[in-house]
T-cell receptor
């Protein structure tokens, strides 16, 4: 079974500091994709970053980077220079390569303190 | 750009009633999905479709039905609503071969309460 684990239900970070949100995954597929989505209190789902299983370099999108450690099956999200607007739920997701089915973790609620 | 549009945004149902959540996308995406999100939880896949006429079950399909007669539309049918179906429902779409890994594009969500 495909599984995504986010072990941090909630986290606090000081404004302007960096924070790492953990994500581990379990799959026997060779080809897969890893994603992070942000869900603010308004409820919409916002795409942040994508990493393919064959990508050798870690993905980066502005202040977001994905620390991909394939052997450890981890795909942690790093947010640099946190802002108050980063306070939200963050979901890690995995796409199975052959079927385009996406599986989500239980999420991490991030609170940025001024 | 409309993207993925879901209706209704809010609905209250009585136990045993039925309803259809509508979803349409204008991006010509081949994949479409229905997820449910229970309070404080992640998203669970209900059904998905790889193209018109092709659907398959996800993780939590019981109590739901779908159809995909066109590329654009993917309605979700709730039969005999139960309190356990109280949730927020998200429709999403994706395009195979998209350079961003086939990212999911989400609708705004539909909040359903069954009393």
């Amino acid at each position: 079974a495909q599984k995504i684990t986010q072990t941090q239900p909630g986290m606090f970070v000081q404004e302007k500091e960096a924070v790492t949100l953990d994500c581990t995954y379990d799959t026997s597929d060779q080809s897969y994709g890893l994603f992070w989505y942000k869900q603010p209190s308004s409820g919409e789902m916002i795409f942040l970053i994508y990493q393919g299983s064959y990508d050798e370099q870690n993905a980066t999108e502005g202040r977001y980077s994905l620390n991909f450690q394939k052997a450890r099956k981890s795909a942690n999200l790093v947010i640099s220079a946190s802002q108050l607007g980063d306070s939200a739920m963050y979901f890690c997701a995995m796409r199975r390569g052959n079927f385009n089915k996406f599986y989500f973790g239980s999420g991490t609620k991030l609170n940025v303190k001024p | 750009n409309a993207g993925v549009t879901q209706t209704p945004k809010f609905r209250i149902l009585k136990i045993g009633q039925s309803m259809t959540l509508q979803c349409t996308q204008d991006m010509n995406h081949n994949y479409m999905y229905w997820y449910r999100q229970d309070p404080g939880m992640g998203l669970k896949l209900i059904y998905y479709s790889v193209g018109a006429g092709i659907t398959d079950k996800g993780e939590v399909p019981n109590g739901y039905n779908v159809s995909r007669s066109t590329t654009e539309d993917f309605p979700l049918r709730l039969e005999l609503a139960a309190p356990s179906q109280t949730s927020v429902y998200f429709c999403a779409s994706s395009l195979q071969g998209d350079p961003r890994g086939g990212e999911l594009f989400f609708g705004e969500g539909s909040r359903l309460t069954v009393l």
